[in-house]
C-alpha cells in the first residue's frame, strides 16, 4: 500500500517519532506491567488509542471496504497479539533494555522479508554494511554491562515478537489496506486489543487483577503509551510503511536502545559511559547508510 510522495518534513517528523519516542516505551511498559497483567495492559493500552483514532478518522467519511478487513485482522494479530502481547509478557523477566536489544533485529528479518517479498525492493551493498554496522553498534551498546542472566523463555518471546511484527510490517507494504493511515491504524489498534483482553481471560489476568492496586507510576505509563506510544507513534509507523520501505522504517530499532539507556542515565541515575557514546554514534551511521540508496524513491 504505497502512498502519495511526502514532504520532507512530513517525513522528518514521522521518523523522529518512531525514533524517540518508542524508545521511551520498553521503560512505560516495565513501569506499567509493575501492577497491571501484561496482555490486559496492552489490551486496554490499543483499545483506548485505537477507538480515538477510529473516532478522529471518521470525521473524514472514510470507510473500510470487505475486501480491507482480512488484512486489517491479520496486521492487528502480527502487530499486537504476537508483537506487543509477546514483549509485555517477556518483560516480566527480562530486563527493558535487554529487550531493546533483542527488537533490534527488526530490521535484519524485515530485510530478508522484503527482498523475497517485494520485487522492487533490493538491498544495496551500502545499506546491508548498514545493518551489520547498526546491530555491531546495539552489541557495544551493552558492552560496558557486566554479564547478565537473560530468561531463556522470555528472550524467544521477544524474538518471536520481534519476526511476528517484521512480517507484519512487510505484508502491511504489499495489503489491501485503507489509504487513510489514522484509520487503519485505529481499526488494528482496536482489533489487536480485543484479541489480546481474550487471551487475558484464560491466562487468568482477571482474576489476580485489583484495580485499587493499580500504582500511580504503572497508570502514569499507561497513559504515556494510549496517548504516545499508540496515537502518536503508531500512527506516523503506519503513513510511513506507506510512503517508504519497510526496511528504512525498522531503523528505529536501532536508534530505540539509545533512547532507552540515554532516558535510563538522564531519570533513573543509571552509568553512561564513553563506550556508549561511541556505540551511539556508530548507530546513528548505521541508520544513515540504510536510508541511503542509489535511487529517490
Known amino acids: 500500500m504505497i502512498l502519495e510522495r511526502p514532504s520532507k518534513a512530513r517525513v522528518i517528523a514521522a521518523y523522529a517519532a518512531v525514533y524517540i519516542i518508542w524508545g521511551s516505551t520498553y521503560l512505560a511498559i516495565r513501569y506499567a506491567i509493575e501492577t497491571i497483567p501484561p496482555f490486559l495492559m496492552m489490551g486496554v493500552r490499543s483499545i483506548l488509542a485505537g477507538s480515538i483514532l477510529f473516532l478522529w478518522s471518521r470525521k473524514s467519511g472514510t470507510r473500510v471496504s470487505r475486501e480491507e478487513w482480512l488484512p486489517l485482522i491479520v496486521v492487528a494479530i502480527l502487530f499486537f497479539v504476537l508483537g506487543h502481547g509477546l514483549l509485555a509478557w517477556a518483560q516480566k523477566s527480562v530486563a527493558s533494555g535487554i529487550a531493546a536489544v533483542l527488537i533490534a533485529s527488526d530490521p535484519l528479518w524485515i530485510a530478508l522479508i522484503e527482498s523475497f517479498v517485494i520485487k522492487e525492493?533490493?538491498?544495496?551493498?551500502?545499506?546491508?554494511?548498514?545493518?551489520?554496522?547498526?546491530?555491531?553498534?546495539?552489541?557495544?551498546?551493552?558492552?560496558?554491562?557486566?554479564?547478565?542472566?537473560?530468561?531463556?523463555?522470555?528472550?524467544?518471546?521477544?524474538?518471536?515478537?520481534?519476526?511476528?511484527?517484521?512480517?507484519?510490517?512487510?505484508?502491511?507494504?504489499?495489503?489491501?489496506?485503507?489509504?487513510?493511515?489514522?484509520?487503519?491504524?485505529?481499526?488494528?489498534?482496536?482489533?489487536?486489543?480485543?484479541?489480546?483482553?481474550?487471551?487475558?481471560?484464560?491466562?487468568?489476568?482477571?482474576?489476580?487483577?485489583?484495580?485499587?492496586?493499580?500504582?500511580?507510576?504503572?497508570?502514569?505509563?499507561?497513559?504515556?503509551?494510549?496517548?504516545?506510544?499508540?496515537?502518536?507513534?503508531?500512527?506516523?509507523?503506519?503513513?510511513?510503511?506507506?510512503v517508504t520501505s519497510a526496511t528504512r522504517v525498522a531503523t528505529h530499532t536501532y536508534v530505540n536502545p539509545v533512547i532507552a539507556v540515554f532516558l535510563g542515565w538522564a531519570l533513573a541515575g543509571e552509568q553512561f559511559t564513553s563506550m556508549m557514546i561511541i556505540a551511539s554514534a556508530v548507530i546513528v551511521l548505521s541508520v544513515y547508510l540504510v536510508l541511503q540508496s542509489p535511487r529517490r524513491e
Do not use: C, D, H
Open 121 to 242: 525492493f533490493r538491498l544495496n551493498s551500502r545499506q546491508i554494511m548498514g545493518l551489520i554496522i547498526g546491530f555491531a553498534g546495539i552489541v557495544l551498546l551493552f558492552v560496558p554491562a557486566q554479564t547478565i542472566r537473560i530468561n531463556t523463555m522470555g528472550a524467544a518471546m521477544i524474538l518471536i515478537s520481534a519476526i511476528s511484527w517484521s512480517v507484519g510490517a512487510v505484508y502491511s507494504r504489499i495489503a489491501k489496506l485503507p489509504k487513510a493511515a489514522t484509520l487503519a491504524a485505529g481499526i488494528e489498534l482496536i482489533l489487536g486489543g480485543l484479541f489480546l483482553v481474550l487471551i487475558a481471560f484464560p491466562l487468568g489476568e482477571f482474576q489476580n487483577f485489583q484495580l485499587s492496586a493499580v500504582s500511580f507510576r504503572s497508570l502514569l505509563a499507561l497513559i504515556y503509551l494510549v496517548v504516545f506510544g499508540s496515537i502518536v507513534t503508531f500512527t506516523a509507523y503506519v503513513w510511513l510503511l506507506g
